[in-house]
């Protein structure tokens, strides 16, 4: 580990009200990756925003490599070397690999021409530096998450980063995905770039932090070397409670509820069958492009089935649309929530109760008190960190705005609920709320279907898990019969 890069002293900010960061202190050094953590809402973005001066802090002081910065603004805070990169990545999907990388070199130095040419050169020893082998003239768009990735990285590397942010980098990526990743950190962090990571995964944390700072309601709880770090002190300072759960553990019963046989999609999946009775939790998983997720969208009606059938409750029904999923009382969490599951504009209740408008009507209008108290109820259940059921859900933690989309088809009372990739983002206390709620529905005899990648969360929650495989069925598993280990064998083989 090399010298001091930046230093915050006691950071406040505030948005009107609320203090999203109360006197936070933070070191970073060179050569080093320093993993921030924290619940949703805790502060972190709003904290990496205050370091690439994005945000100004309401209070506090910043230092870079020893020298006080009296105010940071994204421009000066990139000339020390400071880059971020968000969870979109901000690539444009029109231009190349090279160009992607080489632009905001042009921007930042003031080139009025770009010079290809030379871009192209550029962009191949930035690849080169952290080992990604990627067409240069490939147009972005047609990359995968993880190669998108690649790029804003070896865009950073050419505007000689000194510190490297990144939030949430491993929310949509595999497990060897992320291998890879942290492989490319490591080098970077070999070469003196001080390397500071989001993440909510705890295996993922261990796995590659070397220190750690939790924060909590804005404050820094602690800092420190990560091999100080148990399981249970991290979850226990993120959280400010002890979190031991038991799995699921199913009731015995034989009444089916729900039931698909032979479905298959065109292109999607094919072939599909399984069984669930009441109580179960069944999982799907499989790598990216199995299928898993298609079928949570034909299930919804979103791109239906065209063949096979369909039982609820032993009768058959037909999905052809998501007014006919509604109908069924069909529930989805989809994986895409921010753009397909919310109205970012419209308050935490209008979303909470949208799609169960019906039941507040009362002599022909909406009853506003009940709307409100019942979504201050989920609001509390879900732990959603949220003053009350008005503001913009704009204005939340990506995790805390993810709940709410959960909460909204919960209140629905649904008959089945599908829910894909709930806990991607969400911390380890709201996972452990949110997993604890789909236990009780199952209890209650609602069908619960996850689709997942996250293999502990599998294990933890389901009592039988379907594996996808090429678009097709590979094995159905009882849980109790695999561990998480084995799990990722029958995956990747
Ligand atoms: N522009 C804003 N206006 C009002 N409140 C904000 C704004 N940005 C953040 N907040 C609030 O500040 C607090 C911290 O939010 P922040 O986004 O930093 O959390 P986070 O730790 O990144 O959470 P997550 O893990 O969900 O991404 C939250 O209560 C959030 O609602
Ligand atoms: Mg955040």
């Known amino acids: 580990m090399g010298d001091i890069f930046l230093e915050l002293k006691d950071i406040h900010k505030s948005f009107g009200g609320v203090h999203a960061l109360r006197g936070v202190d933070l070191t970073i050094r060179s050569g080093e990756i320093h993993c921030l953590a924290g ?15 994005a945000h100004h802090p309401t209070k506090g002081e910043i230092y870079i490599e020893g020298n006080k910065i009296p105010s940071l603004n994204p421009i000066a805070a990139i000339s020390q070397g400071v880059q971020v990169i968000y969870q979109d990545f901000a690539v444009f999907p029109n231009l190349t690999v090279a160009e992607n990388i080489a632009l905001n070199r042009a921007v930042t130095t003031g080139t009025k021409w770009m010079d290809w040419k030379n871009a192209r050169n550029l962009a191949i020893e930035a690849m080169e530096q952290i080992g990604a082998k990627m067409d ?29 942010i990144l939030d949430e980098p491993t929310a949509s990526l595999t497990a060897k995905e992320v291998k890879k990743l942290n492989a490319i950190l490591r080098r970077l962090r070999d070469k003196g770039i001080a390397v500071m990571i989001v993440n909510h995964k705890v295996d993922e944390i261990f796995a590659i932090a070397e220190r750690l700072t939790i924060l909590r309601n804005g404050e820094k709880i602690s800092t420190g070397p990560v091999a100080e770090y148990d399981r249970k ?72 089935a065209d063949s096979g059938k369909i039982f609820l409750r032993g ?37 909470t109760v949208a799609a169960s408008l019906k039941k507040y009507f009362r002599k022909g209008k909406l009853n506003d008190a009940v709307m409100y108290r019942e979504t201050a109820q989920w609001i509390d259940r879900i732990g959603c960190v949220a003053p009350s059921p008005e503001p913009a859900v704009r204005t939340l933690s990506g995790g805390n705005a993810q709940k709410i989309v959960i909460a909204k ?81 029958m995956l990747s083989s």
């Not at 619940?39 to 690439?52: A, D, P, Q, R, Y």
């Not at 990359?143 to 000194?162: E, F, G, H, P, W």
């Not at 006919?324 to 970012?344: C, S, W």
């Open 233 to 304: 002190r991290f979850v226990h300072e993120l959280t400010g409670r002890d979190l031991s759960g038991s799995g699921y553990a199913p009731l015995a019963s034989e009444a089916e509820i729900f039931r698909v046989e032979h479905l298959s999609r065109k292109g999607a999946f094919e072939d599909v069958s399984f069984k669930m009775r009441k109580g179960d939790v069944l999982g799907i998983t499989g790598l990216l492009d199995s299928g898993r997720g298609q079928i949570g969208d034909a299930l919804f009606g979103i791109a239906p």
């Open 409 to 489: 088809w919960l209140n629905t009372d649904p008959a089945l609920i599908i829910l894909n990739g709930p806990t991607n983002g969400v911390d380890v206390g709201a996972k452990f709320d949110i997993h604890k709620i789909l236990h009780n529905l199952a209890a209650q005899g609602i069908g619960v279907i996850l689709i997942s990648d996250d293999l502990s969360e599998l294990i933890q929650n389901c009592n039988t898990i379907l594996i996808m495989k090429d678009r097709r069925m590979a094995s159905m598993i009882q849980t109790a019969e695999v561990n998480e280990t084995r799990l990722a064998e």
């Open 315 to 351: 009768e058959e029904i037909a999905i052809r649309s998501t007014e006919d999923a509604v109908k069924q009382k069909i529930a989805y969490v989809p994986e895409d929530r921010l753009t397909q599951g919310l109205f970012l504009d419209r308050s935490i209740q209008d979303n």
């Open 136 to 164: 240069p003239d490939l147009l972005v768009e047609n990359l995968s998450v993880a190669n998108r990735q690649m790029v804003a990285i070896c865009r950073t590397i050419i505007n000689d980063a000194k510190l490297l």
């Open 39 to 53: 619940e949703n809402g805790s502060g972190k973005s709003t904290l990496i925003k205050v370091i690439s001066g």
